[in-house]
């Protein structure tokens, strides 16, 4: 089992990154997927959820209508685009498969002009 995080980075207030979620080892769309956060000196924190059915998605308030979760079948891939950052979004952003929990490596956001 492998989740690897990807398309972190430096972005202004205001921008957009999409993050990426790649797993092998096992069928995303079979279990609820999500993206936690930690900013330096804090609790990991719940971003943003997938159902395995991919019909249910739900979000940390402090980033509804701003971010949105996704998954390709396909790719395996599960998504996070975030839009509008802000510096506060800034933190290390890690994909969790919910079930039998496996983590990835995380990757590093920061938003800072």
């Known amino acids: 089992v492998q989740l690897v995080e990807s398309g972190g980075g430096l972005v202004q207030p205001g921008g957009s990154l999409r993050l990426s979620c790649a797993a092998s080892?096992?069928?995303?769309?079979?279990?609820?997927m999500s993206w936690y956060r930690q900013a330096p000196g804090k609790t990991r924190e719940l971003v943003a959820g997938i159902s395995s059915a991919g019909s249910n998605t739900n979000y940390a308030d402090s980033v509804k209508g701003r971010f949105t979760i996704s998954r390709d079948n396909a790719k395996n891939t599960v998504y996070l685009q975030m839009n509008s950052l802000k510096p506060e979004d800034t933190a290390v952003y890690y994909c969790k498969r919910e079930v039998w929990v496996y983590w990835g490596q995380g990757t590093q956001v920061t938003v800072s002009s």
């Open positions: 080892g096992f069928t995303v769309s079979n279990y609820r």
